[in-house]
């Protein structure tokens, strides 16, 4: 892959992320709501800050911010954007060790069919990268 390729991956796979994301929000809002009845957005942040059971978003939450701070640095250089595309395949990668997000990941996709069709959105855009 080289820069304007990333860059360009980027820039392609940044939207689809974010819906990703909020599915999954909504997702993990509804089933902390059933446990413990409705919450404030604000508790829900909270929540999803300090809570160990949502620690699993972090990596998710993390990559996203990584490609729009490469989106918008002028003076990211061609191996730091290259490093952030990179980072957004692993996410989504079988063979990335330890990759607690995957594990939670793919049972979300079996109980959201709205996290499954966001999953694909993103999934189109990874086999650009793939092919």
């Known amino acids: 892959m080289n820069d304007h390729d990333a860059t360009q991956f980027l820039a392609d796979v940044r939207k689809p992320l974010l819906a990703l994301h909020k599915a ?7 089933d902390y709501e059933k446990e413990l009845g409705a919450v404030t957005p604000a508790a829900f942040l909270q929540a999803l800050i300090n ?3 949502f620690r699993w978003l972090a ?4 990559v996203i911010a990584n490609v ?5 640095a002028d003076d990211a250089t061609p191996q730091q ?3 952030a595309a990179q980072g957004v395949v692993a996410l989504f990668s079988q063979e990335t060790p330890d990759n ?3 594990l ?3 049972q979300l996709l079996q109980a959201s069919a709205d996290v499954l069709h966001q999953h694909g959105r993103v999934a189109q855009v990874l086999r650009q990268v793939q092919t």
């Open 24 to 30: 999954i929000l909504e997702h993990e809002r509804a």
């Open 51 to 53: 809570n160990p059971g």
């Open 59 to 62: 990596p998710l939450s993390t």
């Open 68 to 72: 729009d701070e490469m989106l918008d």
């Open 81 to 83: 954007r290259i490093g």
């Open 100 to 102: 607690g997000f995957l």
């Open 104 to 106: 939670r990941y793919r």
